[in-house]
């Protein structure tokens, strides 16, 4: 968000309609964008959907919706490919407790609270579900 705000040259508000706004969080990366380098000395979290992650340094943890996290040296292994998980049980627990925190702090709801996992559609079968509709005027 932080990064959308300095682009539109906006002000992320305070209020909307009389009632505080959680304050914005994270640091926009259009200076990475122009080019220039990036302080990444903070964690950076994401949520979507359950999908959840941690980047800290060169560490990488992440977890699909209710499934046991996954950490990863992302400068060693840039494809993510050896789970370090159970090498360094105590990193994840570091990095999972910050995300906890700043889960709380942003309102991201827990895994288990969240709607079902929807089945992903292979693009071809979506493709051929929107022709059908087309042909049939639908």
Request: aromatic share 8%.
């Amino acid at each position: 968000m932080a990064t959308f705000v300095e682009v539109a040259g906006a002000k992320h508000p305070d209020t909307y309609e009389g009632l505080p706004v959680q304050p914005l969080e994270g640091k926009s990366l259009l200076p990475v964008f122009l080019g220039q380098t990036c302080d990444r000395s903070a964690p950076i979290y994401w949520e979507h959907e359950g999908n959840r992650a941690v980047r800290l340094g060169p560490w990488k943890l992440v977890a699909r919706h209710q499934q046991n996290w996954e950490l990863y040296d992302v400068e060693a292994d840039r494809t993510e490919l050896e789970n370090l998980a159970t090498k360094y049980p105590e990193k994840v627990k570091e990095m999972s407790a910050l995300y906890d925190v700043w889960a709380k702090r942003c309102n991201v709801l827990p895994p288990g609270q969240l709607p079902h996992e929807r089945p992903t559609v292979p693009a071809k079968a979506a493709t051929t579900a929107k022709e059908s509709a087309r042909r049939s005027g639908a």
